[in-house]
């Protein structure tokens, strides 16, 4: 069966740090992957997307960058955190009929 | 464009009691339509999907939701509340190339 790993589940970072999150997928091949953010007490946002290695599609500009190094990794980064960055962030993947995403537990981001 | 508005953003309701879930959609054509929930701290889980096979669609837990062409709605339902579904609900429809449009989100409360 498919699991989906986030790591960290919480982090704490101050205003001008780098970030680096990531997403492992298992038990799937060459899957579709997303960013999505969850501010407080609203509803997601998508912020990325991937149909492979090295492909990444932006849906917002914004202070964060998406990486797909490998076909089941992805990678959320900074170089400089802003406040306004603090969220829940989940990544989600999709395979093979491209209809039903599947969350990984997310992210806890708190900016300070 | 594809675009999903959760009616209420608070449902509270005893224990035991029904409880329904109210979602208008809008789509340019047949759609894909999920209900996610999440609970606190927690990444989203998938309650059931309708992909243009039988309009009543039974989830987990107990929950189902019927899709009405005519009212562009797709309400979530289950007969009992428990303890245990108090949570965040989120109406969701699949938009181009397999994006998810995610609705603001229900609060639900159960009460004891």
């Known amino acids: 069966s498919q699991t989906i790993h986030q790591w960290p589940a919480t982090l704490v970072q101050p205003v001008g740090s780098p970030l680096s999150l990531e997403c492992t997928v298992e038990?799937?091949?060459?899957?579709?992957l997303y960013w999505y953010r969850q501010a407080a007490g609203r509803g997601l946002q998508l912020l990325f997307y991937s149909v492979g290695i090295g492909q990444i599609s932006s849906e917002v500009p914004q202070n964060l960058s998406a990486s797909r190094p490998q076909d089941r990794q992805f990678i959320l980064s900074s170089k400089k955190l802003l406040l306004s960055d603090s969220g829940f962030y989940l990544c989600?993947?999709?395979?093979?009929?491209?209809?039903?995403?599947?969350f990984g537990p997310g992210t806890r981001l708190l900016v300070l | 464009a594809q675009s999903v508005t959760q009616l209420d953003s608070h449902v509270s309701v005893s224990e035991g009691t029904p409880v329904l879930l109210r979602c208008n959609y809008s789509s340019s054509y047949s759609p894909s339509l999920f209900w996610y929930v999440q609970h606190p701290n927690k990444g989203l889980q998938l309650l059931l999907k309708y992909t243009s096979a039988a309009t009543l669609v039974k989830g987990i837990n107990g929950f189902e939701a019927e899709f009405k062409k005519s009212e562009t709605s797709f309400h979530l339902t289950k007969p009992s509340a428990h303890m245990s579904d108090a949570a965040e609900y989120f109406c969701v429809v699949r938009g181009g190339g397999g994006k998810l449009i995610f609705g603001q989100g229900t609060e639900l409360s159960v009460k004891p």
């Open positions: 989600a993947w999709t395979w093979p009929d491209l209809e039903t995403q599947y």
């Open positions: 038990g799937t091949s060459n899957p579709n």
